[in-house]
């Protein structure tokens, strides 16, 4: 399985919530595709300049989206999201490898400092995902569970595998 990040085109970005669905751990609430919402999906996302967004493709095949966003360039940090359009994308290695690429992207061409990243309490699989890459969870407000990852912490990481 080859796993990377690419260009968000609009028709990426298609391709991803035309087979969304609604992850149980995330929220209760079910997604229903709309040709026009994507479009403005896309160009407000693509449009915010404190936001770096990519495909992410496996085996040729668009099955989420990563990026990085709020981006805080006086700081040098960022939020990380990642989304894996249905159930069979995950559970592979997919998100853990989606992950790993947002990440060298974040320390080494962004050049950041810190990343952050947020959990649903139930979604413990992507907790368990930040917590392998070495995300340190800081605290919880009762429905997320926080975490943050320093680049001196990520590169002792790289420097250990």
Not at 54 to 61: N, P, R, T, W
Not at 79 to 93: C, F, I, M, P
């Amino acid at each position: 399985m080859r796993v990377e990040l690419s260009e968000y085109t609009l028709d990426r970005c298609d391709e991803v919530w035309r087979v969304y669905k609604s992850d149980p751990l995330m929220t209760d609430e079910p997604f229903f595709y709309d040709a026009e919402w994507v479009k403005r999906y896309h160009r407000d996302r693509m449009g915010d300049s404190n936001r770096r967004l990519f495909a992410v493709v496996s085996d040729g095949k668009t099955v989420g989206e990563a990026q990085l966003k709020r981006l805080d360039w006086e700081r040098r940090c960022a939020t990380l999201s990642l989304v894996l359009a249905e159930d069979e994308y995950k559970n592979r290695g997919i998100g853990s490898e989606a992950l790993r690429l947002l990440l060298c992207h974040a320390f080494e061409t962004l050049r950041l400092d810190c990343i952050y990243a947020d959990c649903t309490l139930k979604n413990t699989r992507s907790a368990h995902v930040l917590e392998n890459r070495g995300f340190v969870f800081t605290h919880t407000d009762g429905q997320f569970r926080y975490y943050e990852l320093s680049r001196e912490v990520w590169e002792a990481a790289r420097s250990e595998n």
